[in-house]
């Protein structure tokens, strides 16, 4: 006993000493040391937190959850050896499963079709030693676009139609569909679609062939898959307004149409894009009738007007974005359909209709994330000015849950902006003391995208250090998570 006793404490001494390494490593790649200037009760106090969350980080789930995550990131920035490691110490099979689709998948973007097939199909062959149903869909819905990226749709299709439920099976094969589109595999993709029962799911599988369709300049057959589309949708359109049907599926159906327009307008198909968008404006006006789902259709209709160049339209339906919004009594909700609208318009590049939607939003957490999202569309002192108005907001959230996320999300936007920017070492130290206090409390995973982004030389650091915190082996039954 004294042995093994004796063994943790050098252990903790050890993993102490590279957790204070990693403070100086991100806050000063040069070597300088941002740590070492702060007071020494300041500097104790952060290898104190770090003692604590060392001894936090035995909970498997949450061990799984940062390995994975430090995996994934490792073979999306093409060091695939050390994925490939990592991704090994996941403790539990079924941790270890989802792992491995997600490496996969990682694998599978940056065209290393290769390892995304090994991974991919040493996943599956975990799922196929379980029956566990949930286990299995899990595995097909994220593990596809590995599979299909290397062409190994047998595989997924296969394993798909072990699922016993049948919305669940559906699900996987509308996902294999999917990823096949995208990928180019028109032919195949569109011989799935064909055969799923659920109309729902049958849509959205065609939607994406159509945009696959459309990518490949293919512009008659998008507009036949469009006409298809249309078809499925009438008599289900039709249906629901007969038996007042629910807002949710009114809202999906407009995107559903607007996803066509925009795959049909890149191909020259201007009067049939505009007879969609025309569709999808009807259809807000009589089928969705929540606010919030209006206001956020609205906005996606206002986007696709402006990708066709129709901008006076496009601002009118901005503006009726904002007063939809105005209608939705609740103040929480109103929040957070307005931080989604923001999200929605930033990512689009529409900045000033994104601005002042964000500035209605009074909740603190939705605020920070809608700034976030705004100050990832812009660049240089703007976007910073955005980040300090978020940075503003943590003292007043709550929850430490909200807490650590708002701060997550500021971290990672600010540490994108600082690896564009070049190395202002205030911007890059202001960061790297965010991400500092999310390493010592229980939100630490949260800063694990941030430091991929600030620092490799302290990513590095935060995968040794994590890696040698799992005692978990690869005996695990298949039926513990």
């Known amino acids: 006993m004294g042995v093994r006793a004796a063994g943790r404490r050098a252990r903790r001494r050890r993993n102490g000493e590279r957790c204070e390494e990693l403070l100086d490593r991100l806050t000063d790649p040069a070597g300088v040391g941002v740590t070492r200037g702060w007071p020494s009760r300041t500097r104790r106090s952060n290898g104190e937190r770090c003692e604590e969350l060392l001894d936090r980080l035995t909970d498997p789930e949450r061990m799984a959850s940062a390995l994975t995550e430090v995996a994934a990131r490792l073979a999306g920035n093409g060091d695939a050896r050390r994925a490939e490691s990592v991704v090994r110490r996941v403790p539990g099979a079924a941790r270890r499963m989802r792992a491995l689709v ?45 599979l299909v990226a290397i062409n190994q749709l047998p595989a997924a299709v296969e394993v798909a139609e072990q699922i016993s439920d049948p919305r669940a099976r559906a699900a996987a094969l509308t996902r294999t569909a999917e990823a096949l589109a995208a990928y180019g595999e028109i032919r195949s993709a569109t011989a799935i679609a064909r055969v799923l029962d659920e109309p729902e799911r049958r849509t959205w599988a065609l939607v994406a062939v159509c945009e696959a369709q459309a990518a490949t300049g293919s512009r008659d057959e998008a507009v036949s898959t469009a006409e298809e589309v249309l078809a499925e949708l009438r008599p289900r359109r039709d249906a629901r307004v007969r038996s007042s049907g629910s807002s949710g599926a009114g809202y999906s159906r407009v995107l559903a149409l607007l996803r066509l327009s925009t795959a049909l307008h890149t191909v020259g198909a201007a009067a049939e894009a505009e007879r969609l968008r025309s ?12 606010p919030d789902r209006r206001a956020r259709a609205f906005a996606h209709l206002s986007i696709a007007l402006a990708a066709a160049g129709a901008a006076d339209r496009a601002a009118v339906l901005a503006r009726l974005t904002s007063s939809e919004l105005a209608g939705i009594d609740d103040r929480h909700s109103q929040d957070r359909a307005r931080m989604r609208v923001v999200e929605a318009f930033a990512a689009a590049g529409h900045v000033a209709w994104a601005d002042e939607t964000c500035r209605a939003i009074e909740g603190p957490v939705a605020r920070v994330r809608a700034l976030t999202a705004l100050a990832s569309a812009v660049a240089g002192d703007r976007a910073w000015a955005l980040l300090d108005r978020a940075e503003e907001l943590i003292g007043t959230i709550d929850k430490p849950d909200d807490r650590w996320t708002a701060t997550g999300r500021i971290a990672r936007a600010g540490a994108v902006l600082v690896a564009g920017d070049g190395p202002d070492r205030s911007r890059r130290n202001r960061i790297a003391r965010l991400v500092v206090e999310l390493l010592a409390t229980d939100g630490w995973i949260e800063a694990v995208p941030a430091v991929a982004h600030l620092s490799w030389e302290g990513f590095d650091a935060l995968v040794d250090w994590l890696t040698t915190r799992n005692d978990g082996g690869p005996d695990e039954n298949l039926g513990q998570p």
């Open 279 to 290: 569709t999808a404006l009807h259809q807000v006006v009589g089928d969705v009738a929540e």
């Open 102 to 146: 997600d490496v996969a998948a990682a694998f599978a973007t940056t065209g290393d079709h290769r390892r995304a097939a090994a991974r991919a199909v040493e996943a599956e062959g975990i799922a196929r030693r379980t029956t566990d149903p949930r286990r299995l869909v899990t595995m097909c819905l994220r593990a596809v676009d590995g």
